[in-house]
């Protein structure tokens, strides 16, 4: 059974940053990070690639962002095997909210933004931006 262990969050005053960590037992092709507010449904917040194949498909690292975390957010993984970093900067208050990170295939090709597209989720961080 594939496991995904979430560390980092925490509280910060807007215009910080935090790091969020994601790392799993088993790495699938693409690793996502959502997060979601009682008021909000799940959002997609920023994807990448984690696999080193197909050939046909994305290179490894390759990313994907949510409108809400271009500009601000950065998702990272050194190797195939290493932690997926999820680096927040300039948060801002509406930033709050539980961070989620997950595993799943390649949709058309593609990691995508969409929560039914990932399988395997960790157990959450929760993130607090004050103003």
């Known amino acids: 059974e594939v496991q995904l262990v979430q560390s980092g969050g925490g509280s910060v005053e807007a215009g910080g940053s935090l790091t969020l960590s994601c790392e799993a037992s088993?790495?699938?092709?693409?690793l996502a990070w959502f997060r979601q507010t009682p008021e909000k449904e799940r959002e997609g917040v920023a994807t990448?690639?984690?696999?080193?194949?197909?050939?046909?498909?994305?290179?490894?690292?390759?990313?994907n962002y949510g409108a809400s975390a271009k500009g601000r957010f950065t998702v990272s993984q050194d190797n195939v095997k290493s932690p997926v970093y999820l680096k927040l900067d300039n948060l801002e208050p509406e930033d709050t909210g539980m961070y989620f990170c997950?595993?799943?295939?390649?949709?058309?090709?593609?990691?995508?933004?969409?929560?039914?597209?990932?399988?395997?989720w960790g157990r959450g961080t929760l993130v607090t931006v004050s103003s």
């Open positions: 990448i690639y984690t696999s080193n194949g197909p050939k046909t498909g994305p290179t490894h690292g390759t990313t």
């Open positions: 088993q790495y699938n092709y693409c």
């Open positions: 997950a595993t799943g295939g390649l949709l058309n090709g593609n990691c995508g933004l969409r929560a039914s597209q990932y399988r395997t």
